[in-house]
C-alpha cells in the first residue's frame, strides 16, 4: 500500500517529517504518511510548489526541461520534489529537516516511489 | 604584541559567544572558513600544555600531540601515511615535515566541517624533542595565518568548482565572475528568474534549489540565493548530496 512505503520511508530516514504522493495533472495530495498533520492549506502549498519546481505537463518554470527531482533548502528545512520514472504525474512531496542525508534520502525515495508509481 | 596580550586574545577567543560544540567537539572550521590547516594551526598556537587533539574532519580522525604552541607530531591517522606517524617533527628533517603537510591536507584539506577535541597527552617520542611552532610551520607550509576569509558565496563556488560545469555569478544584478559555457544559464537568468523568484513563496534568508534533468543536455541546475548573491550553476546530478553538504555548510 502507498501508506506503507510512505510511513517506511519517514522511519529509515532521519530528518523526514512528512510525506505526501500528489498527481501533478490534478494538483492533488492523495495520499500523505499516517504521521503526518499539516492542514490542508499547507498540504496545497506543497503540491503547488512541487508544481512550480518540477513542471506541470510541458510548463517549466526554472530550466530548459522539466525536472525529474527538485530540491529546495533554506535554513529551516529542505523540500524533496521527486517524478516517478515512468508517470511524471505522479510526484512525491517530502518535508525534511536541515540535516537530511540528501544523497540517501533520494536514492530511498526514487525507488519506493517507482515502486508507488507501478503499482508493485 | 606581548605574551600577556596576545594570551588575553586567545582566552578571549576560546569564551566567544560563537563557539559552537558538537557531541563535546568544538567546531574550528565550516565550510572552508577558516581553511582546514589553518584552523588547525591555529589550535596549535593555542595549545600550552601538552595535549593530543583529536582532530574530526567530516570522516577522516587524526591525532596530533601538541605542547608549548608546536606540533610535536602525528600520533594517529585514520588512514595513510606509516611513516609520518609516530614521529616527532623535526626541521630537520623537512621531508617529515612536508609529509606531514601532506597528510593532514589529504585528510583534512577539503573537509567541510572540522571539530577538535582535546585529550589526555599520550607517551610520544623523547621529552627533548619539541616539535615545530604554529608559526613555524605556517611558514615552512606557505600558509598564511592571517588570511582574509572569502565572502560565503565565493566559498561556496570554489567549494564546488569541480562539480560545476558551468556558472554565473551575481551581486545586486551585476555579474561577478563566470565558468564554463554559460549559454543555458544566461538564458535562464535573462527569461525566467525574474518570474520565478516573485513566484516563490518560500520567504527571505539563504535558499538552495536544485532541479535535476532541468538543462537540455540531461544535466542539473542550481540557483543558490544569499543576501544580494545569486548563482546559478550546471552541475552533474550525482553533486547534489554534496552540494546541498557545502551549501548548509557555508550558506544554510
Aim: charged share 25%; with cysteine.
Amino acid at each position: 500500500m502507498v501508506v506503507d512505503e510512505l510511513d517506511a520511508l519517514r522511519d529509515a530516514n532521519q530528518g523526514c517529517e512528512m510525506l505526501a504522493f500528489a498527481d501533478l495533472s490534478t494538483q492533488m495530495i492523495l495520499v500523505t504518511d499516517t504521521a503526518a498533520n499539516a492542514p490542508r492549506e499547507t498540504l496545497d502549498r506543497l503540491c503547488n510548489e512541487a508544481v512550480m519546481m518540477l513542471g506541470a505537463g510541458r510548463k517549466v518554470v526554472l530550466g530548459e526541461e522539466p525536472s525529474t527531482t527538485a530540491l529546495v533548502a533554506n535554513s529551516k528545512g529542505v523540500r524533496v520534489f521527486l517524478r516517478a520514472a515512468d508517470e511524471p504525474n505522479d510526484v512525491l512531496c517530502c518535508v525534511c529537516a536541515p540535516e537530511l542525508d540528501v544523497e540517501a534520502f533520494v536514492a530511498d525515495a526514487r525507488e519506493r516511489l517507482n515502486r508507488i508509481s507501478s503499482g508493485a | 604584541m606581548s605574551d600577556l596580550a596576545e594570551l588575553a586574545q586567545k582566552i578571549s577567543a576560546l569564551a566567544a559567544k560563537d563557539t559552537v560544540f558538537e557531541t563535546g567537539a568544538r567546531v574550528i572550521s565550516t565550510g572552508g572558513e577558516p581553511s582546514p590547516i589553518v584552523a588547525i594551526l591555529n589550535e596549535i598556537d593555542d595549545t600550552i600544555l601538552e595535549r593530543d587533539l583529536e582532530i574530526q574532519a567530516d570522516g577522516a580522525i587524526v591525532n596530533l600531540i601538541v605542547s608549548g604552541r608546536r606540533l610535536r607530531g602525528i600520533a594517529a591517522a585514520s588512514s595513510g601515511a606509516d611513516d609520518v606517524v609516530g614521529h616527532v617533527l623535526s626541521r630537520e628533517e623537512p621531508d617529515m615535515v612536508a609529509a606531514a603537510f601532506v597528510l593532514l591536507s589529504e585528510l583534512c584539506g577539503r573537509a567541510q566541517r572540522l571539530t577538535v577535541r582535546y585529550l589526555a597527552p599520550q607517551p610520544f617520542g623523547k621529552g627533548g624533542e619539541r616539535g615545530i611552532s604554529a608559526k613555524g610551520l605556517a611558514a615552512l607550509w606557505k600558509i598564511d595565518l592571517d588570511e582574509v576569509p572569502k565572502p560565503p558565496m565565493e566559498r561556496f563556488l570554489s567549494t564546488n568548482r569541480s562539480a560545476a560545469i558551468a556558472m554565473i555569478h551575481m551581486t545586486d544584478g551585476e555579474m561577478q565572475s563566470s565558468a564554463g559555457d554559460v549559454t543555458a544559464l544566461q538564458s535562464i537568468l535573462d527569461t525566467q528568474l525574474a518570474d520565478f523568484r516573485g513566484l516563490q513563496t518560500l520567504g527571505g534568508g539563504a535558499q538552495l534549489i536544485c532541479l535535476e534533468g532541468a538543462l537540455s543536455d540531461g544535466s542539473a541546475a542550481a540557483l543558490a540565493i544569499h543576501e544580494d548573491d545569486v548563482a546559478l550553476i550546471a552541475y552533474q546530478p550525482d553533486h547534489l548530496g554534496a552540494l546541498h553538504a557545502s551549501w548548509r555548510a557555508i550558506l544554510g
